[in-house]
Nanobody, 125 residues
Framework: QVHLVESGGGLVQAGDSLRLSCAAS????????MGWFRRAPGKEREFVAV????????YYADSVKGRFTISRDNAKNTAYLQMNNLEPEDAAVYYC??????????????????WGQGTQVTVSS
């Protein structure tokens, strides 16, 4: 399994930006597709973005397209989620995911075996 640690969450105002980081460690930390999910209070955990390790392809939820950018630093085994123009609806606990064993279902939390502990993002209006 891959050990994941998120950081970078916090309290911001609507329109502000934040960058989340997810550091991966462990024997299989490299060559990992890495995704971001989020869970808002009272809601199911939902897909936000993913970056595929071998192609570098990225995919986003419609709700964040054009505002969020996922990237990774392979040398550091770290993925990033740059979030711009944040909206109150983006407030949630954000989770990093790896060990994608069902690549065609990258949008499903069931497709990932490893999860971080989450980092809180709060957006005030």
């Amino acid at each position: 399994q891959v050990h994941l640690v998120e950081s970078g969450g916090g309290l911001v105002q609507a329109g502000d930006s934040l960058r989340l980081s997810c550091a991966a460690s462990g024997r299989t930390a490299s060559n990992q597709s890495m995704g971001w999910f989020r869970r808002a209070p009272g809601k199911e955990r939902e897909f936000v973005a993913v970056i595929i390790w071998n192609s570098g392809s990225t995919y986003y939820a419609d709700s964040v397209k054009g505002r969020f950018t996922i990237s990774r630093d392979n040398a550091k085994n770290t993925a990033y989620l740059q979030m711009n123009n944040l909206e109150p609806e983006d407030a949630a606990v954000y989770y990093c995911a790896a060990d994608l064993w069902l690549p065609d279902r990258y949008y499903s939390e069931k497709a990932y075996r490893s999860w971080g502990q989450g980092t809180q993002v709060t957006v005030s209006s």
